[in-house]
């Protein structure tokens, strides 16, 4: 059985989901998201740098939430939520799972940094703005890609989804937004309507 080491609002989240979605079962062992714990010997076994998540199955450890969706696809998913590998589909598929995360979430974070992680004397809010500025960039770059259907791909919902959901979630925490990307906000509620994403975000 796969274990997910599991903090709030990480990206602990998206691993979950999917094992919803995929209807595998899962343990969850919620850590502590303190700096303490995270610089743990006891965490760095498991997450040499120290974030979370982290997760375990059959003796194998990871601790890249985009690594981990990979493995559980190609482990247990029969094919589901993702495209046949090698296809032109797939070469889609993981252009979007690799831009929420590499793109998108990038300038997500120094906002989150600059606004609400670090202490107030720490904040530069030229650098707030600035990710604002590219994350908004990049968010139209979804939103045009969602006037060819309600998700990533053609095919339907897919993992890439799932990946892009968690960094529109992020998105929308630290009030990144615009009215001119009203497909992103259709599309967001769409994925915020899923049950196991409703899963997901509570656990």
């Not at 990710?131 to 960039?137: E, N, S």
């Amino acid at each position: 059985m796969l274990t997910i080491y599991h903090a709030a609002g990480t990206r602990s989240m998206r691993v979950i989901w999917l094992c919803h979605e995929l209807d595998l079962p899962l343990t969850i062992e919620t850590v502590p998201f303190t700096a303490e714990f995270r610089a743990s010997d006891e965490w760095r076994a498991k997450s040499p740098s120290g974030k979370v998540p982290a997760m375990e199955d059959d003796g194998l450890v990871m601790f890249e939430s985009g690594a981990m969706v990979d493995y559980i696809l190609d482990r247990y998913g029969e094919g589901r939520l993702r495209p046949l590998p090698g296809s032109h589909e797939d070469a889609i598929y993981r252009q979007w799972c690799w831009f929420s995360e590499a793109t998108l979430a990038r300038p997500i974070g120094d906002v989150a940094q600059h606004t609400h992680v670090r202490a107030p004397e720490d904040r530069i809010p030229a650098v707030a703005d600035d990710g604002r500025a590219r994350a908004l960039t990049f968010m139209r770059v979804v939103n045009d890609r969602l006037s060819e259907g309600n998700y990533l791909l053609p095919s339907g919902f897919s993992a890439a989804d799932i990946m892009m959901g968690y960094s529109l979630m992020l998105a929308e925490r630290v009030g990144i937004s615009d009215p001119s990307l009203d497909r992103v906000g259709v599309y967001f509620s769409m994925l915020k309507a899923r049950s196991h994403y409703q899963t997901a975000a509570s656990a």
